[in-house]
């Protein structure tokens, strides 16, 4: 199942929120249909987020008919619709900075069709660098994974949430290949439960030993021993190692550090974000209250209840044992290593 794909004249998306019932894809070939994949949460997950609105870049250039000269206006307003549509994860911002960047790079071009040319090319590179990335996170941090361990993992961050592969489960399925015995407790995740049908899922086609349980039960798992380490992914890290992830995680980080369990956080360096200084900076989303009062449809609260629906929190530097990049693994002091990590080729 992959999450995205280019067709060459429209992006294939794969409708996440339908899993694991039903396997609904969307042709997008206009920028708007890929904007609202992405608010609806057909495409999810900091990285494929990323490589899906390079995409929709390459919509809008491929949808605008009129001669060379009027093109930088009209992608600007592509790029300002595409940027709207989440505020948390920066691979979003990440991937539409590259595409700009190489926009500017062809003005000095005749022809539209070389411009649409090179936006593919640079899409399809963003796309390439995640897969490569996810697979360089896996090999760098099954080192730290024990021979047999129990991991305890919150929402998705496996292949579904990337191009290929996955952050945190690339790690966990770099181990489980490394002929390592692992078994994993997947948080149900609330509200929109990506841990019970997304990860659940993946580790089930892998076959990777899974547990489901729902958010409430990680600190009494911990508390009898049944967690050896904690691995979630990322969609904003500061430069001080704060990290924003889906909603709970700062709970299992507490939980983790109260039973002193390591804590790792596994994401490329296009998530991390050294212009935030720390993570009360970072943009959290709201999301509708539907999402609340209702379980797919199904009303699970009184009608019109008052409904606070933060889709991330931010986990203190503090609380993260390490950073797992495809560049090596960080550990504190996150301000000065994760500089380091950042120059470092
Ligand atoms: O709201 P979502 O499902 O997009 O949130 C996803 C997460 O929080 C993931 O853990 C994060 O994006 C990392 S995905 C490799």
Redesign the pocket.
Known sequence: MKSIEWLGDALRILNQSKLPAEIVYRDAVSYESVAEAIEN?EV??????GAAVAYGFVLGALEYQGDLDGLPAFMERVQARLAET?PT?VNLFWALRRMEDRLRECWDMDDIEDVRKVLIEEAGRIAEDDRRMNRLIGEQGKEIIPEKANILT?????AL??VEY???LGVIRAAHEAGKKIHVYADETRP?L?GARLTALELIEENISVTLIADNMAGYLMQQGKVDLVI????RIAANGDTA??IGTYSVAVLAHAHGIPFYVA?PTSTIDLKVATGQEIPIEERPAKEMRECFGVPVAPEGVQVYNP??DVTPAKYITGIITEKGIVSAPYSVNLLKLMVRS
């Not at 919150?154 to 496996?158: D, I, Q, S, V």
């Open positions: 949460m999810r997950g900091a990285p494929a987020i989440r994860a919150h929402c998705n961050a496996g949430a990337t996955g952050t945190a929109l990506q979630v992914g990322a969609d992830n889906k994401a889709a991330f």
